[in-house]
């Protein structure tokens, strides 16, 4: 039984080293099968490199307006105030849903900028980021339109570019 | 079998036998580790019907002890189910020894990833991994028991963990020019949503300093698996690595992912342990 635990830790280790090689490997391997469930189990230990994508620096931010009751309602932050109350109060849970709308949003842009608006209306990701606006930001009440507005920053000039922008009967 | 192989695996059986891991390293870290998913767990609270009624939609209830609490029979007592939840993670906190109570709050620990899945991080992950660890983690052992050796592998697999960790974390950072360079630092305390305004205070934005830190961050990483296992630079390192954690926490308003990192330290340092019998020691 010994032995058992002794092989089983050593393939822990080499495992490890597998996990540590896999960014490096072929872009084709990584796509295969089996570079797919290397992937995942990376994601489940939390093991690669951290804070090393450049992406992840990009400042973003969004906001939406609704139409109802017969006109168009002020525009709202949709991240501004979870993360003002979180930095103001600690409030953990306002962190958490401010990441959980960050997510929401970025994967929207996301396939608008690789498929296109209309296949992003049908998308399953637009439903659940409207489902959670409407329920979350609205009081569980769904407008008869939408506009959604996000921008992401520009370092060289310092500014906000809109990204993403649409309106929506949802 | 090769010989050499053999002599190997012999080696490694050798080093695993002779590791003495006080009890005292084995509460402190089973208590952080549950104590931390217990904050987690009571601070997502007042948000729980929201990530609820998300992970609902993405998530497939199923006999799976995991993903029990998405099934439709849950809809409407989520809340009794994460107090229970809680309770249990208390008790777990309070007992010794006890692997069904670590199994327990490992399935607890993935009804906390399911449901905050969106607004989870690499520190949600890397605390999960801990808490399944802990399944195999006990105290009292007696020495070269059969018990002790499994205690003894999941813990060098966690330290190892750490410590593969941060190489290829170092390795990641410094291939990159804007780690290099420290324009990664520039850029990160101008984080939106991110970067906390409140704590950050003005000369972190210098230059020199962005590069001094981008490269002290890299040495780190690169040092701390090499030199940890080395008695004299153990407290100057862990005192560094909690200091580096605790930065990410306060000033990247990552409070879950460095605290889950600060936790693994207490399985390095070297609490005095002795003898209470020649079998057992604490």
């Known amino acids: ?170 | 079998m090769n010989k050499s192989l053999y002599k190997f695996i012999i080696t490694i059986e050798r080093y695993i036998e002779s590791q003495v891991i006080p009890d005292k390293n084995i509460i402190w870290f089973r208590c952080s580790a549950y104590l931390l998913l217990l904050i987690k767990m009571l601070f997502i609270w007042p948000e729980l019907s929201m990530f609820y009624r998300h992970a609902v939609q993405i998530n497939l209830g199923s006999l799976m002890p995991h993903r029990l609490l998405f099934l439709p029979i849950f809809h409407e007592y989520y809340n009794i189910y994460w107090l229970i939840a809680s309770a249990i993670v208390i008790w777990a906190l309070l007992c010794r020894n006890n692997i069904l109570l670590s199994i327990a709050v490992f399935i607890i620990s993935n009804n906390y990833i399911l449901l905050a899945d969106k607004a989870s991080n690499g520190g949600d992950a890397l605390h999960n991994f801990l808490i399944f660890m802990l399944i195999f983690v006990q105290e009292n052992n007696v020495k070269f028991s059969l018990r002790q050796i499994i205690n003894n592998a999941a813990i060098i697999i966690i330290k190892v963990h750490f410590c593969l960790l941060y190489i290829v974390n170092a390795y990641g950072k410094v291939i990159h020019l804007f780690w290099r360079d420290g324009s990664y630092f520039k850029n990160l305390w101008h984080l939106m949503y991110y970067a906390n305004p409140n704590l950050i205070p003005h000369w972190f934005f210098n230059p020199i300093l962005n590069v001094v830190t981008a490269w002290a961050v890299i040495l780190f990483e690169f040092i701390f698996p090499v030199l940890i296992w080395f008695k004299p630079y153990k407290k100057t390192l862990i005192f560094t690595g909690l200091v580096f954690h605790l930065g990410i926490s306060l000033f990247l308003s990552l409070p879950d992912f460095g605290l889950a990192m600060a936790i693994v330290y207490i399985l390095f340092f070297d609490f005095k342990y002795r003898y209470i019998s020649n079998s057992t020691y604490e």
């Not at chain 1, 409407?134 to 921008?151: A, C, G, Q, T, W």
């Open chain 1, 1 to 170: 039984m010994k032995r058992i635990i002794t092989i089983a830790t050593i393939c822990a280790f080499l495992g490890y080293i597998l996990l540590a090689i896999y960014p490096y490997v072929p872009v084709y391997f990584q796509k295969s099968y089996t570079g797919r469930v290397i992937r995942k189990v990376k994601k489940t230990l939390a093991y690669g490199p951290l804070f090393d994508r450049e992406n992840a620096l990009i400042s973003k931010s969004a906001s939406y307006r609704f139409y109802q009751n017969g006109k168009w309602q002020q525009s709202q932050l949709l991240l501004e105030p979870l993360f003002s109350d979180y930095t103001a109060t600690g409030n953990f849970a306002a962190l958490k849903h401010c990441r959980l709308d960050t997510r929401l949003v970025v994967r929207i842009n996301h396939i608008n900028k690789h498929r296109g608006i209309i296949k992003m209306l049908k998308s399953k990701e637009y439903g659940e980021f409207t489902d959670h606006l409407f329920y979350r930001h609205n009081r569980n009440i769904k407008p008869d339109s939408l506009e959604v507005f996000y921008y992401i920053k520009d370092y060289e000039s310092n500014n906000m570019i809109m990204s993403l922008n649409f309106k929506c009967k949802p």
